[in-house]
């Protein structure tokens, strides 16, 4: 079956949510990725630290420079991912729809290169 990246799309700017605002969106969100283990889709999924946290590897004149910080400072940054072990699009996006209501911000479904039907 193909796989898909669904990626958390959180903004870098503006107010983030209350402590109680965010425990309840983890609660969600946890939830979906209980019920994605129990349909046996789940491959892999995680969050991340905020994208100062982010080391940047770039190539340089044969070298490779390191630098602190992320790719590219953007208005949003990937804030998690679930990695997804569906049949088709129609069933990643229908997951994903699960997670936009869980986290209240984008999801952005993509498959990977290689797996069948994708």
């Known amino acids: 079956m193909p796989r898909y ?3 958390v799309v959180e903004p870098s700017t503006g107010e983030p ?3 109680e605002a965010l425990e309840q969106i983890m609660k969600d969100v946890d939830a979906v990725h209980h019920e994605m283990q129990d349909a046996g889709i789940w491959v892999f999924g995680g969050g991340l630290h905020p994208p100062g946290t982010a080391t940047t590897l ?3 004149d044969g070298d490779i420079l ?3 910080g992320p790719f590219i400072e953007g208005k949003e940054h990937v804030g998690g991912f679930s990695i997804i072990d569906v049949p088709d699009l129609d069933t990643a996006l229908g997951w994903g729809r699960k997670l936009v209501r869980a986290t209240t911000i984008p999801i952005e ?3 990977f290169y290689g797996d069948s039907d994708s």
């Open 5 to 7: 990246l669904m990626t």
């Open 17 to 19: 949510p209350t402590a």
């Open 58 to 60: 770039r190539p340089a």
């Open 66 to 68: 390191i630098v602190d």
């Open 109 to 111: 479904v993509r498959p």
